[in-house]
T-cell receptor, first 115, second 111 residues
């Protein structure tokens, strides 16, 4: 595997279900991100982990719960979602030096549909 | 307040022409800027990064940054039909958690 991988690629879940999205990066980076992409909206940064420590939580509802067990893996746990949470969820990684050269590389995304 | 703004287009250019994509940003403290290409149904792909005022060239792509005017642009020379995609401008401060994307500009290159 190379780059950033995400599973599953597609997910349909009911509002009462619990599911998890998985991301793995094979680039040796030290930061990982979750983004939400909805139609006609800019990419929304949800969570950032740098050196396995969460450094950002942009007022994301508690029904989304991130987990970063190590620098290569990132999870997004989902529960009691709403139909408006249907979107493309993207994982990205970068090498953070604190100098601004944080080129982010994206995984293929998980297309989530909440019914 | 939108941190990064792009003309949503759509922009159409004939094959072989120069496509010009523009972006403005509101945070004067921003110092890192990126252009991503996103094909329909795919994830964003990094094509250029620029950190200093001036031009940066990579093959058919040239990124231009003017911090005084808070303006970033991407020029695509000799446009090809395969360049048809949505182009996302992104910028921010010195860490990835202070980073914002524009809504994207849709480009169509007409054969």
């Amino acid at each position: 595997e190379t780059g950033v991988t995400q599973t599953p690629r597609h997910l349909v879940m009911g509002m009462t279900n619990k599911k998890s999205l998985k991301c793995e990066q094979h680039l040796g980076h030290n930061a990982m991100y979750w983004y939400k992409q909805s139609a006609k909206k800019p990419l929304e940064l949800m969570f950032v982990y740098s050196l396995e420590e969460r450094v950002e939580n942009n007022s994301v509802p508690s029904r989304f719960s991130p987990e970063c067990p190590n620098s290569s893996h990132l999870f997004l746990h989902l529960h009691t979602l709403q139909p408006e949470d249907s979107a493309l969820y993207l994982c990205a990684s970068s090498q953070e030096s604190g100098q601004g050269d944080y080129e982010q590389y994206f995984g293929p995304g998980t297309r989530l549909t909440v019914t | 307040q939108k941190e990064v703004e792009q003309n949503s287009g759509p922009l159409s250019v004939p094959e072989g022409a120069i496509a010009s994509l523009n972006c403005t940003y509101s945070d004067r403290g921003s110092q890192s800027f990126f252009w991503y290409r996103q094909y329909s149904g795919k994830s964003p792909e990094l094509i250029m990064s620029i950190y200093s005022n001036g031009d940066k060239e990579d093959g058919r792509f040239t990124a231009q940054l003017n911090k005084a005017s808070q303006y970033v642009s991407l020029l695509i020379r000799d446009s090809q039909p395969s360049d048809s995609a949505t182009y996302l401008c992104a910028g921010g401060r010195n860490t990835g958690n202070q980073f914002y994307f524009g809504t994207g500009t849709s480009l169509t290159v007409i054969p």
